[in-house]
């Protein structure tokens, strides 16, 4: 049973910051990647950013220079760092992580996310 858990949205003001953290837990051999996507009312959901065990890491280009994702392998958290932030980017944010597990299972876990609001 693997579980992943997102925590830390809620609203803010426009410019304001916050931090989100994603812990998985349970039956894991092994986290390869971690990201976070977001989903706005009426929209498809779309990429945050991405890290890779090793560090490497991908950000849609609206993102970059305003969010930080980040990971803390030992903890099996992953954290997204979002400054600079505009009512657009009000969504619900979600947590994925591919793991192996403890009977070599490889699969893409989600979280339930986190509702971000960011006021104008």
């Known amino acids: 049973q693997v579980q992943v858990v997102e925590s830390g949205g809620g609203l803010v003001q426009a410019g304001g910051s916050l931090r989100l953290s994603c812990a998985a837990s349970?039956?894991?051999?092994?986290?390869?990647?971690m990201g976070w996507y977001r989903q706005a009312p009426g929209n498809q959901r779309e990429l945050v950013a991405t890290?890779?065990?090793?560090?490497?890491?991908n950000y849609a280009e609206s993102m970059k220079g305003r969010f930080t994702i980040s990971r803390d392998n030992a903890k099996k958290t992953v954290y997204l760092q979002m400054h600079s932030l505009k009512p657009e980017d009000t969504a619900v944010y979600f947590c994925?992580?591919?793991?192996?597990?403890?009977?070599?299972?490889?699969?893409?876990?989600w979280g339930q996310g986190t509702q971000v609001t960011v006021s104008s």
């Open positions: 349970g039956s894991i051999r092994s986290i390869f990647t």
């Open positions: 890290i890779q065990s090793g560090g490497d890491t």
């Open positions: 994925s992580a591919r793991i192996m597990t403890i009977g070599w299972s490889s699969n893409t876990y």
